[in-house]
């Protein structure tokens, strides 16, 4: 009979539970290196800063805040962006003369069709005037294409065969093309500006011939996230959406007696066809 003096075995089962609990390690160490080098998203995805007026506002009342929240910027405050409204549709060259030497960012324009709602676009600008023309030929040039795609549907049979469809295109084409050439002559068509400048310099802005107001909007840290709606120069009372009246019987252009649209959109047709005979809806201009 022999006798095991040496020391305990472990069991099988003690050590399998020790090799489990190595292996998660690895694999817990690993997670959080992979981790670690993954790209940080970014956060603001989905974040849209407004700045300007809404549907139902009071244009007095926003001037008088804009006005107010100028006063008050520090003056040793670092520039910041601002809106600038102007007290009239202007041309591209008389946007340089109202805006001096304040560096300019963008401009927001629409041709002034009497009783319709035309397209506001946001034309990217640093040299005024030159960017503006150049960004209003390119506008020219899509209007084109979408007069041109609405004449196209107002021949199709589908448009042939329903009046009220045609009717719908065929404004439709008129007012894209109206657009169009008014652009493309640097038309009477910029309402306001977006400026980045410090605050003493904004509030001698302000008081520039033309200058409706300057909506100063520190709190603006990215423009392609950020979406600025000012009053129209035909806008005096309290911001609403206009009466789409149709063509005027006038074929030329002239600041509308209705209210337009405050928000970026395409030119929208007198009554909405069914669905899946639309009319072409571009993508507005940033």
């Known amino acids: 009979m022999s006798t095991d003096t ?21 694999v817990l160490l690993v997670a959080v290196a992979q981790r670690r080098d993954e790209p940080v998203g970014d ?13 139902g506002d009071s244009v007095p009342a926003y001037l008088r805040a ?34 001096g030497e304040a560096p300019v960012s963008a ?10 709602q035309t397209e506001i676009v946001r034309i990217a600008a640093m040299r005024v005037p030159g960017d503006v023309v150049a960004g209003m030929a390119e506008v020219a040039g899509r209007k084109d294409r979408e007069a041109a795609d609405y004449r196209a549907r107002a021949a ?31 038309c009477a068509c910029v309402y306001a500006a ?11 802005l302000a008081a520039r011939s033309g200058v409706r107001a300057v909506d100063p909007a520190p709190e603006v840290t990215r423009l392609d996230r950020t979406v600025f709606t000012p ?18 019987s006038s074929a030329g252009m002239a600041d509308s007696s209705e209210s337009a649209p405050t928000v970026t959109g395409s030119s929208p047709a007198a009554g909405r066809p069914a669905t899946g005979a639309g009319p072409p809806n571009p993508a507005p201009t940033s």
């Open 43 to 55: 956060r603001t995805v989905g974040e849209v800063t407004r700045v300007g007026v809404a549907d």
């Open 66 to 99: 804009a006005g107010s929240e100028l006063a008050r910027l520090d003056a040793p405050a670092p520039g910041g962006y601002a809106l600038v409204s102007f007290a009239a549709y202007l041309t591209p060259a008389q946007v340089a003369t109202a805006l």
């Open 156 to 186: 199709a049979p589908a448009a042939t065969a329903d009046p009220e469809l045609r009717r719908v295109y065929d404004t439709g084409a008129v007012v894209a093309a109206r657009e169009a050439a008014g652009y493309r002559a640097a």
């Open 6 to 26: 040496g020391p305990p075995r472990r069991s099988r089962s003690a050590a399998l539970t020790w090799l489990a609990l190595a292996c998660a390690l690895v």
């Open 231 to 248: 009053p129209l120069p035909e806008q005096r009372d309290v911001v609403r959406p206009p009466a789409d009246t149709g063509l005027a």
């Open 107 to 116: 401009v927001l324009a629409r041709v002034p069709v009497p009783g319709r």
């Open 194 to 204: 977006v400026v980045r400048d410090a605050p003493d310099a904004l509030r001698a």
